[in-house]
Protein backbone atom coordinates (compact mmCIF):
# COMPACT_ATOMS: atom_id res chain seq x y z
CA UNK A 1 0.00 0.00 0.00
CA UNK A 2 1.13 3.38 -0.68
CA UNK A 3 1.99 6.41 1.86
CA UNK A 4 -0.91 8.80 1.56
CA UNK A 5 -0.56 11.27 -0.08
CA UNK A 6 1.25 14.95 1.61
CA UNK A 7 1.02 17.96 0.16
CA UNK A 8 3.78 20.54 0.75
CA UNK A 9 0.97 23.42 0.25
CA UNK A 10 -2.04 24.87 -0.47
CA UNK A 11 -1.48 25.00 -4.04
CA UNK A 12 -0.47 21.31 -4.36
CA UNK A 13 -3.56 20.17 -2.25
CA UNK A 14 -5.81 22.19 -4.50
CA UNK A 15 -3.57 20.39 -7.77
CA UNK A 16 -4.19 16.46 -5.94
CA UNK A 17 -7.81 17.12 -5.66
CA UNK A 18 -8.72 18.90 -9.20
CA UNK A 19 -6.51 16.07 -10.59
CA UNK A 20 -8.65 13.15 -8.77
CA UNK A 21 -11.74 14.43 -9.51
CA UNK A 22 -10.94 14.77 -13.20
CA UNK A 23 -9.88 11.32 -13.02
CA UNK A 24 -13.38 10.36 -11.75
CA UNK A 25 -14.76 12.78 -14.29
CA UNK A 26 -13.45 10.87 -16.78
CA UNK A 27 -14.72 7.45 -15.34
CA UNK A 28 -18.19 9.13 -15.21
CA UNK A 29 -18.12 10.15 -18.97
CA UNK A 30 -17.16 6.69 -20.20
CA UNK A 31 -20.68 5.59 -18.87
CA UNK A 32 -23.88 4.98 -20.10
CA UNK A 33 -27.22 6.21 -18.38
CA UNK A 34 -27.78 2.21 -17.80
CA UNK A 35 -24.34 1.58 -16.19
CA UNK A 36 -24.50 4.53 -13.70
CA UNK A 37 -28.60 3.26 -12.47
CA UNK A 38 -27.57 -0.36 -12.70
CA UNK A 39 -27.68 -1.60 -8.86
CA UNK A 40 -24.36 -3.78 -8.09
CA UNK A 41 -21.39 -1.91 -7.99
CA UNK A 42 -20.47 -2.32 -4.50
CA UNK A 43 -23.47 -3.81 -2.56
CA UNK A 44 -26.71 -2.64 -3.64
CA UNK A 45 -25.68 0.76 -5.01
CA UNK A 46 -25.53 1.99 -8.34
CA UNK A 47 -22.99 4.74 -9.82
CA UNK A 48 -25.47 7.11 -9.19
CA UNK A 49 -26.04 5.99 -5.51
CA UNK A 50 -21.95 6.40 -5.13
CA UNK A 51 -22.00 9.57 -6.46
CA UNK A 52 -25.36 10.45 -4.15
CA UNK A 53 -22.70 9.21 -1.13
CA UNK A 54 -19.19 11.49 -2.70
CA UNK A 55 -21.82 14.33 -1.97
CA UNK A 56 -23.14 13.73 1.26
CA UNK A 57 -19.48 13.67 2.23
CA UNK A 58 -18.07 16.20 0.44
CA UNK A 59 -21.15 19.17 1.57
CA UNK A 60 -19.94 17.43 5.40
CA UNK A 61 -16.11 18.63 4.65
CA UNK A 62 -17.92 21.68 3.31
CA UNK A 63 -19.71 22.38 6.37
CA UNK A 64 -16.60 21.44 8.76
CA UNK A 65 -14.21 23.88 6.71
CA UNK A 66 -16.92 26.91 7.11
CA UNK A 67 -16.76 26.12 10.84
CA UNK A 68 -13.55 26.29 10.90
CA UNK A 69 -13.64 29.89 8.97
CA UNK A 70 -16.50 31.02 11.25
CA UNK A 71 -15.44 29.96 14.13
CA UNK A 72 -18.37 27.85 15.27
CA UNK A 73 -18.56 24.22 15.31
CA UNK A 74 -21.15 22.55 13.14
CA UNK A 75 -24.06 20.02 13.64
CA UNK A 76 -23.29 16.57 13.43
CA UNK A 77 -25.76 15.68 10.81
CA UNK A 78 -25.86 12.14 11.98
CA UNK A 79 -25.97 12.05 15.42
CA UNK A 80 -26.99 9.89 17.11
CA UNK A 81 -25.96 7.21 14.64
CA UNK A 82 -24.09 4.54 15.86
CA UNK A 83 -21.08 4.39 12.94
CA UNK A 84 -19.58 4.92 9.15
CA UNK A 85 -22.12 1.82 7.74
CA UNK A 86 -25.46 3.52 9.66
CA UNK A 87 -24.76 7.04 8.24
CA UNK A 88 -23.85 5.51 4.99
CA UNK A 89 -27.33 3.57 5.14
CA UNK A 90 -29.28 6.86 6.53
CA UNK A 91 -28.10 8.63 3.52
CA UNK A 92 -28.51 5.85 0.95
CA UNK A 93 -32.28 6.02 1.62
CA UNK A 94 -32.94 9.63 1.39
CA UNK A 95 -30.66 9.65 -2.02
CA UNK A 96 -31.64 6.42 -3.56
CA UNK A 97 -35.05 7.57 -5.27
CA UNK A 98 -33.04 10.82 -6.68
CA UNK A 99 -33.04 11.14 -10.78
CA UNK A 100 -29.79 10.34 -11.95
CA UNK A 101 -29.46 14.01 -13.47
CA UNK A 102 -29.93 15.70 -10.16
CA UNK A 103 -27.73 13.60 -8.23
CA UNK A 104 -24.72 14.10 -10.77
CA UNK A 105 -25.39 18.40 -10.72
CA UNK A 106 -25.38 17.77 -6.75
CA UNK A 107 -22.07 15.59 -6.92
CA UNK A 108 -20.28 18.28 -9.48
CA UNK A 109 -21.77 21.81 -7.27
CA UNK A 110 -20.70 20.24 -3.90
CA UNK A 111 -17.55 19.89 -5.82
CA UNK A 112 -17.50 23.07 -6.21
CA UNK A 113 -18.08 24.49 -2.49
CA UNK A 114 -15.61 21.74 -1.25
CA UNK A 115 -13.36 23.16 -3.95
CA UNK A 116 -14.06 27.16 -2.50
CA UNK A 117 -14.22 26.07 1.24
CA UNK A 118 -10.88 24.57 1.02
CA UNK A 119 -9.72 27.50 -1.14
CA UNK A 120 -11.02 30.08 1.92
CA UNK A 121 -8.83 28.68 4.29
CA UNK A 122 -5.04 29.73 5.11
CA UNK A 123 -2.05 26.58 4.84
CA UNK A 124 -1.87 26.53 8.37
CA UNK A 125 -5.73 26.43 8.94
CA UNK A 126 -6.14 23.30 6.67
CA UNK A 127 -2.74 22.00 8.70
CA UNK A 128 -4.58 22.32 11.94
CA UNK A 129 -7.38 19.94 13.92
CA UNK A 130 -10.61 20.72 13.68
CA UNK A 131 -11.32 22.63 17.30
CA UNK A 132 -14.10 20.59 18.37
CA UNK A 133 -12.25 17.26 17.58
CA UNK A 134 -10.21 15.10 19.82
CA UNK A 135 -7.66 14.47 17.62
CA UNK A 136 -4.66 15.51 15.57
CA UNK A 137 -5.74 14.85 12.24
CA UNK A 138 -5.43 18.24 10.26
CA UNK A 139 -8.81 19.46 8.78
CA UNK A 140 -6.86 19.27 5.07
CA UNK A 141 -6.50 15.51 5.86
CA UNK A 142 -10.29 15.29 6.08
CA UNK A 143 -10.55 17.09 3.10
CA UNK A 144 -8.50 14.75 1.17
CA UNK A 145 -10.37 11.45 2.30
CA UNK A 146 -13.75 13.35 1.59
CA UNK A 147 -12.58 14.21 -1.86
CA UNK A 148 -9.69 12.95 -4.13
CA UNK A 149 -9.14 9.64 -1.54
CA UNK A 150 -13.11 8.97 -1.72
CA UNK A 151 -12.72 9.61 -5.91
CA UNK A 152 -9.85 6.90 -5.75
CA UNK A 153 -11.86 4.58 -3.70
CA UNK A 154 -15.18 4.34 -5.44
CA UNK A 155 -13.56 4.82 -8.66
CA UNK A 156 -11.89 1.75 -8.21
CA UNK A 157 -14.76 0.09 -6.94
CA UNK A 158 -16.97 0.98 -10.45
CA UNK A 159 -13.72 -0.10 -12.09
CA UNK A 160 -14.18 -3.17 -10.36
CA UNK A 161 -17.13 -3.59 -10.92
CA UNK A 162 -17.19 -2.76 -14.88
CA UNK A 163 -14.55 -5.53 -15.29
CA UNK A 164 -17.16 -7.79 -14.73
CA UNK A 165 -19.65 -6.75 -16.86
Not at 1 to 18: D, G, W
Not at 92 to 119: G, H, I, N, W
Request: charged residues 20%.
Amino acid sequence: MSEPFQPANKAELLTHIQAEYDRFEALLASLSEEQMTTPGVNGTWSVKDNLAHLTVWQDYQTTRLQGVLNGVEPPDPTSGLEDEDAQNEYYYQQFKDRPLAEVLASFRTSYQRVMAATESLSWEALNAPFPWYNNDVPAGAYTLGNTSGHYEEHGGLIRQWLEKQ
